[in-house]
Every structure is written in structure tokens, then in C-alpha cells.
């Protein structure tokens, strides 16, 4: 996976809440057995028309908008345990998802597929999603290292919390694998220390 530290990036608004799994990748493109391609059906019924032609008027078809940040309603990724959810949004090329509320699983996959879920309060959701229609250049600060989100245009810093595992693999471009891979030091030496008790 990448490594995140810090993005600087302008989002994608999407002001609906619940946006459940379903909506996010729809069932009939799950076939795949690879992570790779999911980004080209990530909302695709609400992308693309019956006839494949994009529609106009969502978010991710109008040109006003652009960024590796997606800032859409409260209860993002409900409705099932897919991770193909999170595969999806970070092939299209998304890092950050903004919301005030994020269902369990979902947040737990987005995690492990390099994806940062990043929950603010309902007032400061708001706030993102008006100004960003109003602007949709606004630029956005992620630091994972100090857990803040930046709006620079405000004068403001927003914190938010992370687990401290996923944080440190995040930040390193670690899954779990990885992870482990890289305490093999500590776990020679605890195993040499622990040959000396026996
Ligand atoms: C297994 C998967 C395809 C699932 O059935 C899992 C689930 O429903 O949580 C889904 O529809 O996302």
C-alpha cells in the first residue's frame, strides 16, 4: 500500500447520508478476485445511465469538482460487509473519505486497504459540504502523523482520532503482513532472550 502522511487536495461532495455498500459497488461487479479495477463501477448506478452514458449531474461526472478526498453524508458504507466498497473508492483514486458517522465494517476495510475514514462533527460536515458547492477549489489538509484535518480558507484545524495500529500502518504503507514482517528483529531477539530462560 502507499504511505500517507500528509495530502493537500481539493473534494468531491457528496451530500447524501447512508450511502450504503450497494450504492457504493453494486453486487454484480463483485465477481472479480483481484482488488484492482473496482474504481470503474464505484457508483456506477449513480454515474452512468442504463445506456452506459455518464450522468451529468453527479458529483464525480461534473468537472467543477476534483481530489483524492470524498466528503459525503452521514452513515457512509452501511448496508453489508463488502470490501470490495473500499477497494473501489481507493482504486477510483480517493485516500480520504469525510463523514460525521462511518458503519463499523466499513471503516475497518477502508483501513486496511490504505483508505483514511476521517469522522468530523455533523456541524463541521456541514460546513464542508456547503463550502465546498460554493467553492469546489477549497483545499483540504489530511496530517495523519498529528490527526488533524486543515481547512486553510478558515484559519481552522479539526482533529480526529484513529487507532494507533492502523495509524502506524497507514503511515508506513503497511497491511498486517507487512506489519509483522517488520517486528522480525524484535521477535529474534525476545526468541534468543527466551533460549537463555530454557
Ligand atoms: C459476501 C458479500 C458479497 C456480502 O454478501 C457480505 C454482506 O452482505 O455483508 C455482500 O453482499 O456484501
Not at 104 to 127: H, K
Not at 176 to 190: G, M, R, S, Y
Amino acid at each position: 500500500m502507499e504511505r500517507f502522511q500528509t495530502l493537500h487536495s481539493p473534494a468531491v461532495p457528496l451530500p447524501l447520508e447512508n450511502i450504503d455498500t450497494d450504492q457504493i459497488i453494486p453486487a454484480r461487479f463483485l465477481k472479480a478476485t483481484t482488488r484492482e479495477g473496482f474504481g470503474d463501477n464505484l457508483f456506477r448506478d449513480w454515474r452512468y445511465n442504463p445506456d452506459n452514458s455518464p450522468k451529468p449531474e453527479f458529483a464525480l461526472n461534473n468537472p467543477r469538482y476534483s481530489g483524492q478526498v470524498l466528503v459525503a453524508g452521514k452513515n457512509f458504507g452501511c448496508g453489508s460487509s463488502r470490501e470490495h466498497a473500499a477497494w473501489a473508492l481507493y482504486d477510483y483514486g480517493f485516500r480520504v473519505v469525510i463523514s460525521s458517522y462511518f458503519a463499523d465494517i466499513f471503516r475497518g476495510n477502508a483501513l486496511n486497504t490504505g483508505l483514511l475514514p476521517l469522522q468530523v462533527s455533523d456541524e463541521t460536515l456541514g460546513r464542508l459540504l456547503a463550502a465546498i458547492h460554493e467553492n469546489p477549489a477549497l483545499e483540504l489538509v489530511v496530517d495523519l502523523p498529528s490527526q488533524t484535518l486543515a481547512v486553510p480558507a478558515w484559519g481552522e484545524t479539526f482533529s480526529f482520532a484513529i487507532d494507533p495500529y492502523k495509524k502506524e500502518c497507514l503511515i508506513n504503507g503497511y497491511d498486517d503482513i507487512d506489519f509483522l514482517v517488520n517486528q522480525k528483529p524484535a521477535i529474534e531477539a525476545f526468541e534468543k532472550q527466551r533460549a537463555w530462560v530454557w
